[in-house]
């Protein structure tokens, strides 16, 4: 089985888009469930976005939802997420720091993490090279909240080490539209592996490149299977019994299905 943590449901304004192929990228990596943000919430309007996912969503059995928060917009916010988290298709929260010019450290962020660990589920938020240290900071100050380092600091995955160790509550997902040699298996060796999550960033990114970077990574089984999918069980409190699982082919070498 394989869990994809960052993914997101709508078109980009990137040339690198694969929107269009969604569940069929899905098909050719053997992702049997993909977490998503509406792409029209991360970088125009919450809101509106979360509610085009939200019916979206009724229609899926492959496909679970984050509710968009902007740090700056807290009172729409709290309605979203009174609204959307109860009916079981929404799984956490998604906050992109730099669309919003909301810093992890800011107050405005605080403030909306905070909400987030009230609510008992688990926020995704961008980081950027030694923001991912702001996050962790954030988290440690947070009582209860689990916060997941997306891209983990991308080009600063040597702060994202030093991140994971100061807070027990922080995880780590590697997507990147780069591909730096050794950078998964760098954190790997330092990182507690229950902490670890695969996510791809698609449908911004072809999820190849995620692949690719695990892959390369020579994770040992054990590894391979917590980062696949079953660290992503324990922290969303999935139940996949009632999931379909789908096979997976040679492009997923390096991530573990069962």
Same mark, same amino acid.
């Given at each position: ?5 960052? /993914? ?14 969604? =569940? ?22 919450? %809101? ?6 939200? /019916? ?14 902007? %740090? ?61 240290? #702001?996050?962790?900071?954030? +988290?440690? #100050? ?12 991308? #080009?600063?995955?040597?702060?994202? =080490?030093?991140?994971?160790?100061? +807070? ?6 590697? +997507? ?31 999820? /190849? ?29 999935? #139940?996949?019994?009632?999931? %379909? =699982? ?13």
């Amino acid at each position: 089985m394989i869990i994809d943590v960052h /993914a997101h449901w709508g078109p980009w304004f990137f040339t690198m888009d694969v929107a269009a192929a969604n =569940v069929s990228a899905m098909d050719r990596y053997g992702i049997d469930l993909s977490i998503v943000s509406a792409t029209e919430a991360v970088i125009y309007d919450a %809101p509106a976005g979360n509610r085009a996912l939200a /019916a979206w969503l009724e229609t899926q059995d492959r496909h679970l939802g984050y509710v968009t928060v902007n %740090p700056r917009r807290l009172a729409d916010a709290e309605r979203d997420l009174r609204a959307y988290l109860p009916t079981g298709r929404f799984v956490g929260v998604k906050i992109h720091t730099d669309y919003t010019r909301s810093p992890a450290s800011s107050p405005q962020t605080r403030e909306a993490l905070a909400m987030v660990a009230e609510a008992g589920v688990p926020a995704l938020v961008h980081t950027w090279g030694a923001t991912v240290l #702001d996050l962790a900071e954030v +988290c440690r #100050d947070t009582p209860g909240l689990r916060a997941i380092a997306g891209h983990m600091g991308a #080009d600063g995955h040597a702060y994202a =080490v030093e991140a994971a160790a100061a +807070c027990d509550r922080l995880y780590l997902e590697p +997507c990147y539209s780069h591909a730096p040699a050794g950078r998964v298996a760098q954190v790997a060796a330092a990182v507690d592996p229950e902490r670890l999550l695969f996510g791809t960033d698609s449908t911004l990114i072809d999820p /190849a490149s995620a692949f690719g970077a695990v892959a390369a990574a020579g994770l040992d089984e054990e590894t391979a299977e917590l980062v696949a999918w079953r660290n992503a069980v324990r922290l969303f409190r999935l #139940d996949i019994t009632a999931r %379909p =699982v789908i096979a997976c082919g040679d492009p997923s070498q390096g991530v573990t299905s069962a």
